[in-house]
């Protein structure tokens, strides 16, 4: 499930996400990876982000993405992600109904795959 593009990236994550599977969300990940929440707070690495994604994914999102703009240079992408998210169980701050503009800083790997080097909400 390798995004070849930094425009697959976006629909797969999603589709990652809408099946509630938090190993899979963060296969799409770098490493390296870091998570900007919107309080300030700063998830890094994958064991982080699957603790994040097992709380979340729990609420059983349905989340719908696009994005915005797609700026490449060589192995780096600058993504605008447009979002909206209708939580199924829970809430989040009082809501069950989010939405917003993500910039998501993607990087291409050795094998091809673009995974999200920085996510900010």
């Not at 425009?7 to 998570?35: H, M, Q, R, W």
């Not at 700063?42 to 064991?47: F, I, P």
């Not at 447009?82 to 939405?99: F, P, Q, T």
Request: with cysteine; glycine share 8%.
């Amino acid at each position: 499930m390798t995004a070849r593009t930094p425009e697959e990236l976006l629909p797969k994550i999603t589709a990652a996400i809408n099946s509630g599977d938090p190993i899979e969300v963060v296969k799409y990940f770098d490493e390296e990876a870091c998570f900007a929440l919107p309080d300030g707070a700063l998830v890094r690495g994958h064991a982080e982000l699957l603790a994040l994604y097992e709380q979340r994914l729990a609420l059983e999102p349905q989340l719908t993405t696009h994005a915005g703009k797609v700026i490449q240079a060589g192995d780096v992408a600058l993504v605008t992600n447009v979002w909206s998210n209708r939580l199924r169980k829970g809430a989040i701050d009082g809501k069950d109904s989010l939405e917003g503009i993500a910039t998501l800083v993607l990087r291409r790997h050795a094998d091809g795959g673009w995974r999200i080097l920085v996510d900010s909400t």
